[in-house]
C-alpha cells in the first residue's frame, strides 16, 4: 500500500516493535532501566547478551534503553553514547565493523590529526574482503587503493599462499587493528565527555546460518575495549545452532563458543500469570477503530501457561485475526464458543505446520487427530497417525489436551471444532 494508506500505517505501527515510553504497556521500561544501569556501570562487561524467542520484545527493549538514555541530561555522568545496527541490513556483506567504523568517524566528527585518519584506514584495511571493495568505496567515500596496501595480507592468505612470512604479516596486521580501533575508540570517548560508547546489535538470529558465524566474527577481534560495550540482542539457540552447524564434525560446542565472546547475558523476562492485566491491555491495541461492544472478549486465563503461546508479538497477531474474524459481515460453519476461536489461532501462530495436517470441516478428520491426544482413543481404529515430532513436543501435547480434551466430550467437540475450521476458513486461515 502506498505511504498515506491509512490501513497500512496502522497494521504496521501495531506489529512493529514499540520505540516510545508510551507504549509500554506491558512494564518491559524496569528491564530496560536495569539494562541501562549495568551498562553505565564503570565494571561493565565488554559483551553483553540479550536472550529471548522470536516476538518476545527484544528490539522494543533496546529501543526503550535507548529512549531512557535520551531522556538522561546531557549532565548526567551516566548518559550513555547509544548506537542501534541492525545486523540484518549487513548480512550481505558478512561484516558488521563497516557500519561500526563509520558510526565512530560521525561520532568522532571533523577530526585535523593525520595520525587518527591513517589509523582509521588501516582498521579499514585489515576488514576488507572479498566483495566488500564496492560498499568500501560507497559507503566510506575512499578510493580502493587507500587500503590496499593493508588488505593485502588478507587477500594472500585466501588464496592458499599461507608461507609463514605472510602469516605473521597478517596476525601483525590484526594485532594493530586492534590497538588502532582502541585509539578511535577512546578519541570518541574524549570528544563524548568521558561517555561509554555501546553499541545495540539487533536480528542477528534472522540472518541467514552461513553468514550469522561471519558477523559474529567480524567484529571478534574488536571486543575489548575499555570504553565499548557491545550488547547482542538475539535467540541464543538459534545461534548457538548455527554455529554448531558451521562446525560440525569438530569439537566446538555453539553454546559455549557464545559464552566465551559474550560472558555475560540476560534473558527477556517471560510472561506469567500476575501479567495477564497488562497483557490485556497490551492486546486491546489491535481492536478495530469501529468496533462496537458486541465483539467478544479474550478470556486469557484460558490460555495455557506455556512460553511458546505467551509470546507478545504471537498473541497481537492472534488477537488482531481473531477481531477481524467477528467483524467479518458472514461466517460460515457452526457457531462456536469465542475461546475456541482464540485457542485455534494461537494453534495456528504457535505451531502452523501442526494446525495444517489438524485444520479440517471434516469431524471425522478432527476426530482422528484429536484421539492423538486422549488416552482411551489411541488405539481407536479411527486414529490419524501423527509424525513423532509433534507427540513428543510436550507443549503441543499440553496445549491440545488443555484446550480441546479437557473435561469435554469428544463427540461434541470434534463437530464444534470443525464448524470453527471452516469458519476461520473464510477469515484467512487455512
Known amino acids: 500500500?502506498?505511504?498515506?494508506?491509512?490501513?497500512?500505517?496502522?497494521?504496521?505501527?501495531?506489529f512493529d516493535p514499540i520505540a516510545d515510553l508510551e507504549n509500554d504497556d506491558l512494564g518491559r521500561s524496569a528491564f530496560a532501566r536495569q539494562l541501562l544501569a549495568r551498562l553505565s556501570e564503570e565494571n561493565c562487561s565488554?559483551?553483553?547478551?540479550?536472550?529471548?524467542?522470536?516476538?518476545?520484545?527484544?528490539?522494543?527493549?533496546?529501543?526503550?534503553?535507548?529512549?531512557i538514555n535520551d531522556a538522561c541530561s546531557?549532565?548526567?555522568?551516566?548518559?550513555?553514547?547509544?548506537?542501534?545496527?541492525?545486523?540484518?541490513?549487513y548480512e550481505v556483506t558478512g561484516d558488521?565493523?563497516?557500519?561500526?567504523?563509520?558510526?565512530?568517524?560521525?561520532?568522532?566528527?571533523?577530526?585535523?590529526?593525520?595520525?587518527?585518519?591513517?589509523?582509521?584506514?588501516?582498521?579499514?584495511?585489515?576488514?576488507a574482503q572479498a566483495g566488500t571493495d564496492i560498499l568500501l568505496r560507497k559507503l566510506l567515500?575512499?578510493?580502493?587503493?587507500?587500503?590496499?596496501?593493508?588488505?593485502?595480507?588478507?587477500?594472500?592468505?585466501?588464496?592458499?599462499?599461507?608461507?609463514?612470512?605472510?602469516?605473521?604479516?597478517l596476525m601483525d596486521a590484526v594485532d594493530s587493528a586492534q590497538k588502532d580501533f582502541e585509539y578511535l575508540v577512546n578519541e570518541v570517548w574524549e570528544k563524548k565527555q568521558h561517555r561509554r560508547i555501546v553499541f545495540l546489535i539487533d536480528n542477528l538470529?534472522?540472518?541467514?546460518?552461513?553468514?550469522?558465524?561471519?558477523?559474529?566474527?567480524?567484529?571478534?577481534?574488536?571486543?575489548?575495549?575499555?570504553?565499548?560495550?557491545?550488547?547482542?540482542?538475539?535467540?541464543?539457540?538459534?545461534?548457538?545452532?548455527?554455529i554448531d552447524k558451521k562446525y560440525e564434525d569438530t569439537k566446538m560446542d555453539g553454546n559455549s563458543y557464545l559464552d566465551k565472546i559474550i560472558p555475560e547475558q540476560?534473558?527477556?523476562?517471560?510472561?506469567?500469570?500476575?501479567?495477564?492485566?497488562?497483557?490485556?491491555?497490551?492486546?486491546?491495541?489491535?481492536?478495530p477503530e469501529n468496533h462496537n461492544a458486541s465483539l467478544p472478549e479474550i478470556n486469557l486465563m484460558k490460555v495455557p501457561q506455556l512460553p511458546e503461546v505467551l509470546v507478545p508479538r504471537r498473541l497481537l497477531k492472534t488477537a488482531h485475526r481473531f477481531y477481524r474474524a467477528y467483524m467479518m459481515p458472514s461466517k460460515l460453519g457452526a457457531p462456536a464458543e469465542p475461546d475456541t476461536i482464540f485457542a485455534l489461532i494461537l494453534?495456528?501462530?504457535?505451531?502452523?505446520?501442526?494446525?495444517?495436517?489438524?485444520?479440517?470441516?471434516?469431524?471425522?478428520?478432527?476426530?482422528?487427530?484429536?484421539?492423538?491426544?486422549?488416552?482411551?482413543?489411541?488405539?481407536?481404529?479411527?486414529?490419524?497417525?501423527?509424525p513423532q515430532k509433534y507427540l513428543a513436543d510436550r507443549s503441543l501435547m499440553h496445549y491440545m489436551y488443555h484446550c480441546f480434551v479437557k473435561g469435554q466430550d469428544p463427540d461434541a467437540t470434534q463437530i464444534i471444532l470443525a464448524g470453527s475450521m471452516a469458519w476461520l476458513r473464510e477469515a484467512g486461515l487455512p
Open 1 to 14: 500500500m502506498s505511504k498515506g494508506s491509512g490501513v497500512s500505517k496502522i497494521i504496521n505501527q501495531i
Open 46 to 67: 565488554p559483551t553483553i547478551g540479550l536472550y529471548g524467542g522470536w516476538g518476545v520484545g527484544k528490539t522494543s527493549t533496546l529501543h526503550l534503553i535507548e529512549k
Open 74 to 89: 546531557d549532565t548526567n555522568p551516566n548518559k550513555l553514547e547509544i548506537t542501534y545496527v541492525d545486523a540484518w541490513c
Open 96 to 127: 558488521l565493523t563497516i557500519p561500526i567504523l563509520i558510526r565512530l568517524r560521525e561520532l568522532a566528527g571533523d577530526q585535523k590529526d593525520p595520525e587518527y585518519s591513517t589509523r582509521w584506514k588501516r582498521v579499514v584495511g585489515v576488514v
Open 141 to 169: 567515500d575512499l578510493e580502493l587503493g587507500d587500503v590496499k596496501e593493508y588488505a593485502q595480507y588478507i587477500q594472500e592468505a585466501s588464496k592458499g599462499g599461507k608461507t609463514p612470512q605472510t602469516l605473521k604479516n
Open 205 to 242: 538470529d534472522r540472518c541467514s546460518p552461513e553468514n550469522v558465524v561471519r558477523l559474529l566474527e567480524s567484529i571478534r577481534n574488536f571486543m575489548d575495549p575499555q570504553h565499548l560495550t557491545w550488547v547482542f540482542a538475539m535467540d541464543s539457540g538459534v545461534i548457538a545452532s548455527y
Open 266 to 287: 540476560y534473558h527477556i523476562p517471560p510472561i506469567t500469570s500476575s501479567d495477564m492485566p497488562k497483557l490485556q491491555r497490551f492486546l486491546a491495541r489491535v481492536l
Open 347 to 386: 494453534l495456528y501462530n504457535s505451531w502452523p505446520a501442526f494446525y495444517e495436517r489438524f485444520s479440517s470441516d471434516q469431524p471425522e478428520h478432527v476426530r482422528g487427530i484429536l484421539a492423538n491426544f486422549i488416552q482411551k482413543e489411541q488405539n481407536s481404529p479411527h486414529l490419524i497417525p501423527l
